[in-house]
């Protein structure tokens, strides 16, 4: 089963949430990997500590047009979405970073003088950290291309009885890459404004995306209820409350994994492990 | 000469609009005659990228040979210096008024972005 942790809002709790589950179910016995999708800026190993065992690069194919063999048909240029090759007065030319790698200039070639290079995006590193696998994609610095690279860190993940992903914040591109094909997601909120704002965001994509999913409270008597009314109003469960605990923050501020110092909160991630395999019973 | 200019308004006494890829409108105008035609750049204007080589693209293939707008970036002048079209920057006024001053020679032509890009 694969359980993504994502939110609308930044800075909502989902890495806490996320290292917290794994090592919860990993101290439950079960075969578990964590996979941080959070490519731009990954910190769930500050938590995990992991032995990094292997780095690999993650590739998108760019194209290189052999330009003596071109006719200058512009079939290429009308299919690109992202004006990443166009074709001018019959002469191609080809914008690398603007290229998400579909490959669709090179099928659609009838000449066939497009052919594909790998470019570096990113990398992946797999280890092995708190009885868990480990892995996290890294973006290389100066390249956009975050769903290609979370694409090959969940790629380089193994079948294994659970999957925790840890996605990016907002409802974009890398998001839906992250959570796509999760089996559950948990939607990580506070109860603020803000949180709530993002948090609708959030849910209007995963219903577009037709993924089961709950919510997540974190610091959860520290603001307004209207996040809580919001999910009543919506049908929409919450399995995770978590209290503005100075505890948490200051095990967090130690890049500690909260339940590891603070007993109660064992029990308190359990339940939401057991009642996520209800759910997706 | 055929020469485009990015407006916010769709006739010569609109206001130049100083974005190349997401400007309003393109008058393609014939500085001889002054007669002009609208392009409608909405499409670009809500591109999620690219805006700034798909109208270079799309500037080319109008037939333009220079472009006149408020600042360019490095795709779209790399995009119009390989279609051979010249660059020339005007700051404020009306599509006449950088006509005008065009026709005068009292423009600064670019061979270089003058801004960044967006993903800078």
Redesign the interface.
């Known amino acids: 089963m694969k359980i993504a942790i994502a939110s609308g809002k930044g800075g909502t709790g989902k890495t806490t949430i996320a290292t917290n589950l794994a090592v919860v179910l990993s101290k439950q016995g079960r075969d578990v990997e964590l996979l941080d999708c959070d490519v731009e800026e990954p910190n769930c190993h500050i938590f995990v500590k992991p032995e990094m065992e292997t780095s690999s690069p993650i590739t998108i194919p760019v194209p290189e047009v052999d330009d003596a063999k071109c006719t200058g048909c512009g079939l290429c ?1 009308a299919l690109c979405q ?3 090759i ?4 019959g ?1 191609v ?1 080809d ?1 690398e ?2 290229c998400h790698g579909c490959g669709g200039c090179t099928l659609i070639c009838p000449e066939k003088v497009i052919t594909e290079r790998e470019k570096e995006v990113g990398i992946v590193e797999i280890g092995q950290g708190k009885g868990f696998s480990f892995l996290h994609g890294l973006l290389k610095i100066g390249q ?1 291309m975050a769903p290609a690279v979370i694409r090959g860190t969940k790629a380089a993940g193994r079948e294994c009885e659970i999957s925790i992903i840890d996605a990016p914040p907002g409802t974009s591109c890398p998001v839906i890459e992250a959570v796509k094909d999760a089996d559950f997601v948990i939607l990580v909120t506070e109860p603020t404004p803000f949180g709530l704002n993002d948090l609708k965001l959030a849910v209007g994509m995963v219903r577009a995306l037709k993924r089961p999913f709950a919510v997540a409270i974190n610091r959860c008597d520290a603001g307004d209820d209207a996040v809580k009314q919001y999910c009543l109003t919506e049908e929409i469960s919450v399995i995770l409350e978590i209290p503005d605990d100075r505890r948490i923050a200051e095990a967090y501020s130690r890049g500690e994994i909260a339940l590891e110092c603070i007993d109660d909160y064992v029990d308190i991630f359990s339940t939401t492990i057991k009642q996520i395999e209800g759910h997706h019973q | 000469m055929k020469i485009a200019i990015t407006t916010q308004g769709q006739d010569l006494s609109s206001a130049l609009d100083p974005r190349f890829g997401r400007a309003k409108w393109l008058l393609l105008v014939d500085s001889d005659t002054g007669a002009f035609e609208v392009h409608d750049n909405t499409m670009n204007l809500n591109a999620s990228s690219g805006a700034g080589i798909q109208a270079a693209q799309n500037v080319a293939n109008l037939g333009a040979e220079a472009v006149i707008t408020g600042n360019m970036g490095p795709n779209a002048v790399k995009t119009l210096n390989m279609a051979k079209v010249q660059i020339f920057l005007s700051t404020d006024g009306t599509a006449q008024d950088a006509l005008d001053l065009f026709k005068a020679g009292k423009l600064q032509g670019i061979t270089e972005p003058n801004v960044e890009g967006h993903w800078a």
């Open positions: 240029s992202y004006s990443a166009v074709c001018i007065k002469k030319m914008f970073d603007m956009v």
